[in-house]
């Protein structure tokens, strides 16, 4: 009896676990209905209530020419317009010294003589050498003359005169080489004495009277400072602003601050691989006379006032990509009372810049209208409300 009873217990519960898990089943797909509905109800609502992005209000300013007051700036080194370590080009032996550093010197002058005696017999024995061909050239010249007429007569044969060409044709050659041999006598004779090889100061003197020179060894350092050679580097977007004859202004520290104008003479196309910026050198047409090679300079590039270029304010250009640009008004200009319009974005190339203008080399035209506020929220085909009074 009392197995008979817990066996009906068990059978109950089972009953009652399968009821409550259907009865668990059949709410959630009322709930999954539910839900549907609630959604198919309110995605029409949803849809009633997208509305257009609001309008991004803007200032804006017109593109316009003007000069622009360069504010390019880097440093310059100084280097004189020509250097020259001179070196002795034939052997011997110092036997004066003829200048001292600081000295001025003009093309051509003498700064160390060598020992001439062995280079002057060698030019005598050159001489002797040459005036002993000229003899043999001249008696081979006369004997075959002689065998021309004597084989013209029939009177010598046709291998006697070979042979006497032959003998003319080695003389002259002879004498050829016998005049190489004087020119290099004469010019070694003339490398004894070294010289200037262009009007400028002598930096340094390294050999002193009895040394014995072979050639290529130091002699003495001579620097040009007539005019003064500057060179710095600038950035891509400077380099593309500048033209060759484009006047600049450096001023040293070292000096006083004093300043001079330099012409700028090459703009390099290949960049430095050590500081990524492009060399350009500029001539500085009679330097002071205290400017030292190595010194450096303040260098400012200066806007040319009668050379009027298209010019924006500095906050309508941005950088996006990797490049410079711009957002033109599309249908709308300045003071148009809030009117509504869009923006499109256009690359532009600039070039110099002051403290409240850029120079757009490639890109806009006068009278372009750009925003110059409220740029950070603005995409192509941005729709945007012009304020008044932009600037």
């Known amino acids: 009896m009392q197995n008979g009873g817990l066996s009906l217990l068990r059978r109950a519960g089972g009953v009652f676990l399968r009821a409550r898990i259907v009865l668990a089943l059949v709410s959630v797909a009322a709930c999954g209905d539910v839900q549907a509905g609630d959604r198919g109800a309110a995605e029409p609502s949803r849809r009633k209530e997208t509305r257009p992005a609001p309008e991004i209000r803007v200032r804006v300013a017109r593109a316009e020419k003007r000069s622009v007051d360069a504010v390019t700036s880097v440093p310059a080194v100084v280097s004189a317009f ?44 050159a001489g002797h050498g040459r005036d002993l061909a000229q003899a043999e050239l001249s008696e081979a010249k006369r004997q075959l003359d002689r065998g021309v007429e004597l084989h013209r007569r029939e009177l010598m044969s046709k291998s006697e ?33 070294i010289r200037a090889p262009f009007d400028g100061s002598v930096e340094s003197v390294s050999v002193d009277v009895g040394e014995y020179l072979r050639p290529g060894e130091p002699v003495a350092t001579i620097s040009d400072f007539s005019r003064a050679r500057l060179r710095a580097g600038v950035t891509a977007a400077e380099a593309a602003s500048l033209q060759v004859g484009q006047m600049a202004q450096v001023s040293f520290d070292a000096l006083g601050g004093a300043t001079f104008e330099a012409a700028l003479r090459s703009i390099g196309r290949m960049v430095e691989a050590d500081n990524g910026t492009y060399p350009i050198e500029l001539w500085l047409e009679q330097p002071d006379s205290r400017l030292r090679e190595g010194m450096i300079g303040d260098l400012r590039f200066v806007g040319d006032g009668a050379a009027k270029r298209v010019v924006v304010p500095r906050a309508a250009v941005v950088r996006r990509g990797g490049r410079m640009a711009v957002f033109i008004v599309e249908g709308s200009g300045l003071g148009d009372g809030g009117k509504s319009t869009v923006v499109r974005e256009r690359g532009v190339r600039t070039g110099l810049s002051d403290a409240h203008f850029v120079e757009v080399i490639e890109g806009l035209q006068p009278g372009d209208t750009v925003v110059v506020d409220g740029l950070f929220a603005l995409g192509d085909g941005t729709a945007v409300a012009v304020e008044d009074g932009g600037s």
């Open 82 to 125: 020509r250097g020259a370590r001179i070196a002795a080009e034939v052997a011997g032996r110092v036997v004066e010294r003829l200048v001292e550093p600081g000295d001025r010197v003009l093309q051509g002058a003498a700064l160390v003589s060598l020992d001439q005696t062995q280079i002057g017999l060698a030019v005598k024995e």
């Open 161 to 193: 005169i070979d042979a006497l060409r032959t003998s003319y044709d080695r003389a002259r050659a002879n004498h050829s080489r016998a005049q190489v041999a004087l020119a290099q006598a004469e010019r070694t004779s003339e490398d004894s004495t």
